[in-house]
T-cell receptor, first 116, second 109 residues
Framework: DTAVSQTPKYLVTQMGNDKSIKCEQNLGHDTMYWYKQDSKKFLKIMFSYNNKELIINETVPNRFSPKSPDKAHLNLHINSLELGDSAVYFC???????????????FGPGTRLLVL | GQSLEQPSEVTAVEGAIVQINCTYQ??????LSWYQQHDGGAPTFLSYNALDGLEETGRFSSFLSRSDSYGYLLLQELQMKDSASYFC??????????FGSGTRLSIRP
């Protein structure tokens, strides 16, 4: 009955490789997000999709490409991995409430990416 | 631009009360959230304030002053399990949340 799940939990790879991280939510939420948390714990939003449409695209290298096949899934593909991509990547979801409010984000367990 | 400031570290004693402050600058403001993150874990939602005043949820309370662009998280009757990082987050639009850099709370017996 996991609310937001991510795979894999750990990812160790070489520079230059291409990798994907998958995210699924079973909460019926309309919006999903990707965040990057670096070694200093700074949590930065990367992308947001609402009903499969991209609504937030922060300043992220175009090596990062999100894909939302349906409302419950948001995957992150990273091309040509670099050392600086090493971080924890969190997927999250939220639901719009009455009046357009959106209060709570539910986070997945994170994917720990290490680029060697 | 958008920015949030919160202390990087706070230390407190078990059973005591601690307050973690957050000041923010944002072009749009919908509300202020607080999240808790234990080492190796994911952020989990604690509270949300859209209006001025104090919101209480058990041992945790959160306060917001929109005119001062300021809020705080108050933790009472501290327990060792409350040792974690605490993030304030500004909802700058209906969908976008900007997180602060986090406050690491250490609790001594």
């Amino acid at each position: 009955d996991t609310a937001v799940s991510q795979t894999p939990k750990y990812l160790v790879t070489q520079m230059g490789n291409d990798k994907s991280i998958k995210c699924e939510q079973n909460l019926g939420h309309d919006t999903m997000y990707w965040y990057k948390q670096d070694s200093k714990k700074f949590l930065k939003i990367m992308f947001s999709y609402n009903n499969k449409e991209l609504i937030i695209n922060e300043t992220v290298p175009n090596r990062f490409s999100p894909k939302s096949p349906d409302k419950a899934h948001l995957n992150l593909h990273i091309n040509s991995l670099e050392l600086g991509d090493s971080a924890v990547y969190f997927c999250a979801s939220s639901q719009e409430l009455a009046g357009g409010r959106r209060e709570t984000q539910y986070f997945g367990p994170g994917t720990r990416l290490l680029v060697l | 631009g958008q920015s949030l400031e919160q202390p990087s570290e706070v230390t407190a004693v078990e059973g005591a009360i601690v307050q973690i402050n957050c000041t923010y600058q944002t072009s749009g403001f919908y509300g202020l959230s607080w999240y808790q993150q234990h080492d190796g874990g994911a952020p989990t939602f604690l509270s949300y304030n859209a209006l001025d005043g104090l919101e209480e949820t058990g041992r945790f309370s959160s306060f917001l002053s929109r005119s001062d662009s300021y809020g705080y998280l108050l933790l009472q009757e501290l327990q060792m399990k409350d040792s974690a990082s605490y993030f304030c987050a500004v909802h700058s639009s209906a969908s976008k949340i900007i997180f602060g850099s986090g406050t690491r709370l250490s609790i001594r017996p």
